[in-house]
Nanobody, 119 residues
Framework: QVQLVESGGGLVQFGGSLRLSCKAT????????MTWYRQAPEKQRELVATITPDGNTNYADSAKGRFIISRDNAQNMVYLQMNNLKPEDTAVYYCQYRRKLIYRWAEHWGPGTQVTVSS
């Protein structure tokens, strides 16, 4: 069973930076696409950034130029470096593991970490 644990959230001022981490245990991390999502109060969960097993990345428009997703396959870790943070980045950030199996997709989520950006 895959377990994900996010860390690195907290309170930061407008324009500041945070680095989120997500540790995966179980599963086959090197074959999984890892994605950061976020959910602000009273809003739907939205994709922030994703990284494929071979390192290809994709970002939401709101994250382009400010956030960087990376992974360390040796440590089963995925990171989200967030720079120039804005109050609208305030949300709970979730890590998702997704891997194609023979007949289905295996999908797992972490419990989330709170990011609060003060103006």
């Amino acid at each position: 069973q895959v377990q994900l644990v996010e860390s690195g959230g907290g309170l930061v001022q407008f324009g500041g930076s945070l680095r989120l981490s997500c540790k995966a245990t179980g599963g086959l991390f090197t074959a999984a696409t890892m994605t950061w999502y976020r959910q602000a109060p009273e809003k739907q969960r939205e994709l922030v950034a994703t990284i494929t097993p071979d390192g290809n990345t994709n970002y939401a428009d709101s994250a382009k130029g400010r956030f960087i997703i990376s992974r360390d396959n040796a440590q089963n870790m995925v990171y989200l470096q967030m720079n120039n943070l804005k109050p609208e980045d305030t949300a709970v950030y979730y890590c998702q593991y997704r891997r194609k199996l023979i007949y289905r997709w295996a999908e797992h989520w972490g419990p989330g970490t709170q990011v609060t950006v003060s103006s």
